[in-house]
């Protein structure tokens, strides 16, 4: 059995920043990648930003330059710095981790979500 536990989130103005963090525990091998996705109202899921094993980050273009996304792998941890904050970044996010189980299968787990909201 395998978790995430997500914290941060919250309220704040445009031109701010946030921080969310996400935590894997359980059953874990290794996690062959921790990422972070956004739901809008009457939108799809999107990637924001996702790290694969140690090395390249990907990011949704409309977050580039302004959100950094890091691990640690020891700790099979993920955290998103959102810097710049815009009205449109408004969304429930989702911590998303790929991981290999004591089986060798590979599943993908979710966070349970959490609210950033930017005002103008």
Not at 43 to 68: C, M, P, T, W
Not at 75 to 84: D, G, S, Y
Request: glycine share 12%; net charge positive; aromatic share 6%.
């Amino acid at each position: 059995q395998v978790q995430l536990m997500e914290s941060g989130g919250g309220l704040v103005q445009a031109g701010g920043s946030l921080a969310l963090a996400c935590a894997a525990s359980g059953s874990i091998i290794s996690t062959v990648s921790m990422g972070w996705y956004r739901q809008a109202p009457g939108n799809q899921r999107e990637l924001v930003a996702v790290k694969i094993g140690g090395g390249s980050a990907h990011y949704a273009d409309s977050v580039k330059g302004r959100f950094a996304i890091s691990r640690d792998n020891a700790n099979n941890a993920v955290t998103l710095q959102m810097n710049n904050l815009k009205p449109e970044d408004t969304a429930v996010y989702y911590c998303n981790a790929v991981i290999r189980v004591p089986t060798s299968s590979v599943s993908s787990y979710w966070g349970q979500g959490t609210q950033v909201t930017v005002s103008s």
